[in-house]
């Protein structure tokens, strides 16, 4: 399963600026390791933040982001969801809390979970964390989360790697499987 975190995304925190050159690139590579996905059958999940508008719908925050001009439209016309993808809305950092996350992909009968996204060190890492608590073998190709600064991004791939066992190489850097 290909779980995307936050990439749908309006940018309206502090910290916006930083992030939005890194999410653009993470979003071009997360875009290419989708398309390579999608064609061996893998399903992509979008996980993300409902930004406290609790009368949210996924589609809709889809279009509010396309309407957006710079970066939140780039993001979306890079990684626009297929009618086959899956939305879930998550309340906080991680995917699995207060979500049907773990539900769906026990049903999906999932073991393994590419997980790209935003931000590395806040939702990426809380949502691999959950997921390695729950057993889950992890990818979370290095070119496809992106962080407020280089520091933090290189901080939370070490330590997925190392505490979560997480494989970190990039997403050109592993062959693809089902």
Same mark, same amino acid.
């Given at each position: ?10 940018? $309206?925190? &502090? ?6 050159? &890194? ?7 997360? @875009? ?22 609790? %009368? ?11 309407? %957006?001009?710079? &970066? ?10 297929? &009618? ?5 809305? $998550? ?5 699995? =809390? @207060? ?26 890492? =809380?949502?691999?964390?959950? @997921? =390695?608590?729950?057993? =889950? ?15 933090? $991004? %290189? ?6 790697? %190392?505490?979560? $066992? ?8 592993? @062959?693809?499987?089902?």
């Amino acid at each position: 399963m290909l779980l995307l975190i936050d990439f749908v995304n309006p940018l $309206k925190f &502090p910290g916006a600026q930083r992030i939005s050159r &890194p999410a653009i690139a993470a979003a071009r590579h997360t @875009a290419r390791l989708k398309a390579r996905l999608t064609a061996r059958g893998v399903q992509a999940i979008y996980a993300n933040d409902n930004f406290g508008a609790w %009368r949210s719908e996924f589609s809709r925050l889809v279009e509010s982001c396309r309407r %957006r001009p710079g &970066p939140s439209r780039q993001l979306v016309e890079l990684l626009a969801p297929a &009618p086959s993808d899956i939305a879930v809305l $998550k309340p906080r950092h991680s995917a699995f =809390f @207060a979500t049907p996350l773990a539900v769906l992909l026990a049903q999906l009968g999932a073991r393994r979970l590419i997980v790209a996204g935003l931000a590395a060190d806040i939702c990426v890492l =809380f949502t691999a964390s959950d @997921a =390695f608590q729950r057993g =889950f073998e992890l990818w979370v190709p290095a070119d496809c989360v992106a962080a407020e600064s280089a520091a933090r $991004k %290189r901080a939370a791939l070490s330590f997925m790697a %190392r505490v979560l $066992k997480a494989d970190t190489r990039a997403s050109r850097g592993r @062959a693809v499987r089902r």
